[in-house]
DNA sequence: TTGAAAGCGCTAACAC
DNA sequence: GTGTTAGCGCTTTCAA
C-alpha cells in the first residue's frame, strides 16, 4: 500500500504538503501545479489514507458502533440501513456489533469503545435487561446514545412513538366493531412494553370499552413467545375477538398457533400487528399492521451519536416523522357476532 | 484512556516491560514481581491496548470483513453467526459490510483492504454479478475468500454443497410419486443457480422420469420472483404437481402466490425449498426444506481468510459437513393423481 | 531481568 | 508556497 512518503517522492514534493492536499484542508496553501502533481502521483499509485495512522494521530476514527440485540430481526435491519446512510452522509461508518453479551458486565462496549475502535456508539439492549441494569453500563462519559430505550439524564436516546403505534392498532380493531380486545405484549420490565401498553389503555379507555381481566399477555417479543400468548388468550373466557400484538414476530408466531389451533384469522379472530416487515406481508393471511419508522431511528440515532461526539450535546428524541402508519391487510375483520 | 506509559509509571517499570507484559508475549523476561506490579497497575487504571497503535506498529487489524449482498436475509444471518464464532475463537474480529455496491469497479472491498481496516475478507457477491465481473475486483492480491461462488484459480473460494440440495429435494418429491416436477431457479449466470440445476437434473434422470418444456424456471431468489416464478409454471400444459424451489425466500413468494390463485398447497401442488431458516417454519403450510449448512459456511469461510492471510495458502472448499438434511413440513404431500 | 529508542503513517504547528 | 519536525500508542530490536 501506498504511503503519504511514497506519493511525495513521486510528486517530488514532501510529505506535509501531500497531506495538505489529499486530507482536502480548507487552505491546502499549494500551488495549482503541485497540487495537480500531487493529485496525478496518488491516483498513480493509488494512495488510500492508511485507517491506523490517521486515527492514532487524531483520535478519531469516524467510526460509530451500532449494537442490537438480534441482527436477525427484520426491523434491526431497518434501522441498520437508516444508520449507515446516515453515517455515510456525514462521512461515518457504521460498525455492527451484537449486544448478545450486553449484559451489566458486558464487553462489547467496553472493548469497542475502550480501545479506541469507535468513536461512539448506538446501543439497542435486548429485552432481558432491565434499563436499571444499563446504568453501570452508561456510566462511563462515552459517547453512547441508547435506541428504544431511554433512562433520562444518563445518556442520549432515541425512541419511537410507542405509545401513538399500539393507539391506531387499538383503534382499528375498535373501528371495526370489536370489543374484545386483547393485548399481546412484551415482557413487564421491557422499556417498549410499558410505552405500548399505554396506548392500547389509552383507546380503550377513550371508546368506553372495558375488557375482561387476563386480557393483556407478557410472554416477550419472539414467535415463540407469539405462540405462547395465543394460547392463553384462547383459555380465557370470554374470549378476544380481537388481538393487538406488539411485535410482528409474536405476530407470526400468533397467527401460526391460531392456525394450529383450528382458529381462523379473520373470520374468528383479528390480529393486528405493531411493527410491520416483509414477513408480514407473507404469512396467510397477511399480516395488518401498523408500521414503526424503524429506518427513522437508524437514521436519528447516528446523528445524535455524531452530534454528541462532535459537540457534547446529549438529547432525548422520540421520532414522531414520519408518524407510525395503519397499514390494513387481511388480518383484520369485524368481529364474529358483529355480522 | 490510559496509555501503556501511564500503567509503566504506576508501576515503576518501563513501557517496554509493560508491553511485554501485556501482549502476552510467550517470553516476556519479567521477574514475577514486576509481572504483578504490571498487572496490578493495568487492571486498576483499566488498561486497554489502542486499536490504532497496535494496528499501526503490527500492520495487522486482526480483523476480517465479512460482505454479504443483504443483511435482511435469514441465510446470511446464520452464515454471520459462523464467521463470528470462528473469528473469535481465533483472535479475530468481524466487520460486516454490504455488498450492495459490489461490482467491478465498487468501493467497499478497496476501502476495507486499502485503508487497513481489515487485514483479509470473505466475500459474497449479490447474483447479479456473473462470476467473471469479479475477476478485476480480485486481481488485488488481497486476502479474499469467495462465498458460494468460485473463479478456481483467482481466488480462495467456500461453497455449499448445492447439487445435492436440489437433489435431495427433488428424490423426495419422486419418492412421494410426483413426475410432473418443476424447478424454480435463480437466474441462469448465477454460480448456485448452475449447480442447483445439476442436482434436479441428475435426480430426474436417475429416476428415469423426463419432465416437459418450460418445467425450469431462471427468474431469481427473491419473494417476488417466487410469485413470478409460480405464475409462469402454473401457466404450463400440464401443469406440475411438484416444484424445486432453489431459495427460501423464493419458495415464500411461490407459496403466497399460489394462495392467491386458490391452488391448494400441498393437496393440488407440493412445493419443496431448498435453505431452510425461520421464516419457512412459519409460512402455512410450513415448508417442506433442505437445510443448507450456512452456519458452517461462515466458520470456514474465516477460517479459509485467517489461514490466507496468515500463510498465503489458498484453497477452494465445498462444506459437506454436515450434509444437507430434509426437513418435512406439511408443504409436501403425494401428487393428486396418485391418491 | 530491564530499559532506551526507533519507527509504523499520519497531522499540524511552526519555520523558512 | 513549501518543508521540517514532533508525536499519537504500540512493538521490537538491541544494549545494559
Known sequence: MATLGDVAARAGV????????????????????????????????????????????SARTQVVGLVVPDITNALFTELMHGAEDEAAERGYTVLLGRS???RPGGEVIARLIGEG??????????DGVPPAGLRDLLSTQAPIVLVNSAIPGQAGS????????????????????????????????SFTAKRRRTGYKLALATAGVRVPAGYETRVGYTVDNGRTALRQLMALDPRPTGIVVANVNAAVGLLGEARRLGIR???????????????????????????????????????????RIETGETSDEVVTDPPPELIIRESTAPPPSAT
Chains 1, 2 share one sequence.
Open 265 to 307: 384469522v379473520p373470520d374468528d379472530l383479528s390480529i393486528v400487528t405493531v411493527h410491520d416487515s416483509w414477513t408480514a406481508e407473507n404469512t396467510w393471511p397477511p399480516l395488518t399492521a401498523v408500521k414503526m419508522q424503524f429506518y427513522a431511528v437508524g437514521r436519528t440515532a447516528v446523528r445524535s451519536v455524531i452530534r
Open 158 to 189: 432515541v425512541t419511537l412513538d410507542d405509545h401513538r403505534g399500539t393507539l391506531l392498532a387499538t383503534e382499528h380493531l375498535l373501528g371495526l366493531g370489536h370489543e374484545r380486545i386483547a393485548f399481546a405484549n412484551g415482557l413487564p420490565r
Open 100 to 102: 448478545d453479551d450486553v
Open 14 to 57: 514532501s510529505i506535509s504538503a501531500v497531506s495538505r492536499v489529499l486530507s482536502d484542508a480548507p487552505d491546502s496553501r499549494v500551488s495549482a501545479a503541485t497540487k495537480q502533481r500531487i493529485l496525478d502521483a496518488a491516483s498513480a499509485l493509488n494512495y488510500r489514507p492508511n485507517f491506523a495512522g490517521r486515527a492514532l494521530k
Open 117 to 126: 475502535r469507535v468513536d461512539g456508539m448506538a446501543l439497542q439492549v435486548g
